[in-house]
């Protein structure tokens, strides 16, 4: 089993940014993809972006440009540095690992983007 925390969020105005992180904790032999995902109020969860174990990274549309996945494999961390902020970026940010053993997510962190 994993556990995943995930922090780093808050209020931030248009423009700004935040980085969040998420580390994951327990047995589950690697992951093999770390991933963050978000959900708007009243929307479904979607893909952000995502990070191979060999580094290869994935953006959606939204992201490209703007934000930045990275992990420590070591520390079982990763990484979203969120930049160039925008209203519709608010969300809560949830982080998911694949394993072997399955997929996991972490509770969420609250992203807000006003002024």
């Known amino acids: 089993q994993a556990q995943l925390a995930e922090s780093g969020g808050g209020l931030v105005q248009p423009g700004g940014s935040l980085r969040l992180s998420c580390v994951a904790s327990?047995?589950?032999?690697?992951?093999?993809?770390m991933a963050w995902y978000r959900q708007p109020p009243g929307n479904q969860r979607e893909l952000v972006a995502q990070?191979?174990?060999?580094?290869?990274?994935y953006y959606t549309d939204s992201a490209k440009g703007r934000f930045t996945i990275s992990r420590d494999n070591a520390r079982n961390t990763v990484y979203l540095q969120m930049n160039s902020l925008k209203p519709e970026d608010t969300a809560v940010y949830y982080c998911?690992?694949?394993?072997?053993?399955?997929?996991?997510w972490g509770q969420g962190t609250q992203v807000t983007v006003s002024s």
């Open positions: 998911q690992i694949r394993t072997p053993l399955g997929d996991y």
């Open positions: 327990g047995r589950f032999f690697g992951a093999n993809y």
């Open positions: 990070i191979a174990s060999g580094g290869n990274t």
